[in-house]
């Protein structure tokens, strides 16, 4: 007897279709499973042999092979429980092979015959559907991820048992309805939000800016300065989500296991801390089988970094590939990974190792020690922040300063303009922010008037500027126009993106 049944496996963040083949066959009895598999799907086997045991089945005594489809991509995970057993199953005639044709299973399976949860559901049925497929088994647990696929049929199943009784006919399971739209239309607003910031005017027009061109900045004052509260108000004056990236963002969260029932679709573009302590394999991803780490998780949001001085050479050498090419590429069994990594950088960091610079009736670092500690932060890390915006101490002043600061609604309005101005000026060019130029770039799109361009070499004279900080104060000052709705830079653009730098990024 032959069968076989739809499942997926996960590669980077994308489902690919794996077809469960059973053999049923007189000979030496035997259980075996073959085809590229890693060690949680071979312990399927004594799962697999155990739950039918306890839902009621016995094995045949004969030689069962079980095949997973291709044989060269190596298959991970323990969602090949369900398939596996259904399809012995129907090698068995307990369940009809027709009622298998044309439907998507994963789950797995603990010894009593339950099913429980999986990671990765999301993106293996966004596979299924663009395979044709309109029906999937997935686990109950999973079924608030199933619920956000638009167009295929998602059956939550929470046993075995159940699962050969809905396959049979004798049990009314209804799909799960589609809340898409729901959790689109709702939930979209953020936690943190502009409102929030009082005084700080230059931090704030330096975040706008920043989120304006998607600029990576570097942000540069005491402890309790509101440097966390700044990076964690960023995300909501970005433009919202559309329904694609909020699918692809989710589908990240679900390979990583991290949406739940009552978060299963990322909405709202995230926000991730990472921490000095934290390993290669959290920042960047990896493991024996690959999973995204904080620069994915980070994915069309805002990836934060507190304390940068304190983290390790080589740690920020590892956030270098990603920053540059967006996308991390992990090789594994004669396999690449790709997971993506599209993220806004912020960085935090004191003035000084005691936090007190420039009030130096506080600050007890000298020259040297200063000096010494931000060189930390210098080389390649270092390059790719275009902007350093400082950030002050809270003061009576501004806590009782009249009228509330704006919300991040109203600032988001001017950062949507004036991406859609650089949408514009970079179509089919390849980069979508003036973040993205390169130095040719920045030669065709930040050309100067006679004055501007005048303006910029005494500049440049007068601070020593090297020519990687003369482009780098181009591309603010083209992001500064854009705001304004300018087509040409302006000078009071140049004079800002000057003032909003300070000396370490020179
Ligand atoms: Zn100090």
Redesign the pocket.
Known sequence: MYCSVMSGGIRGIDGFSVSVETDVSSGLPGFDIVGFVGSEVKEAKDRVRTALKNTGYMLPVARITINLSPGDIKKTGTGFDLPIALSVLSCMEEIRAEALEDVFVAGELSLSGEVCPTKGILPMIMMAKRCGIRKCIIPAANSAEGAVVEDIRVYPVSSLAQTVDLLSGNCDIKPVKNRLLTHLHTGKQYEHDFVQIRGQETARRGAEIAAAGLHNILVIGPPGAGKTLLAKCIPSILPPLSKEECLEVSAIYSIKGALSSDNPLIVRRPFVAAHSSSTDISLVGGGAVPRPGAVSLAHKGVLFLDEIPEFSRRSLETLRQPLEDGKVCITRNRDICVFPSDFMLIAAA????????PDMN????DEK??AR?LSKISGPFLDRMDLCIQANKVTCADLQGSGMPESSEAIRDRVIAAHDIQRRRFKGSGIQFNSQMGNRDIEKYCSLGRQESALMRELAEKQEMSARTYYRMLKVARTISDLAGREHISEEAILEAVRLKSRVLI
């Not at 004191?350 to 610079?357: R, T």
């Not at 506080?362 to 670092?365: D, L, Y």
Request: overall charge positive.
């Open positions: 004191n003035p000084c190792p005691c936090g007190h610079y506080k600050c007890t670092c020690k200063r500690y």
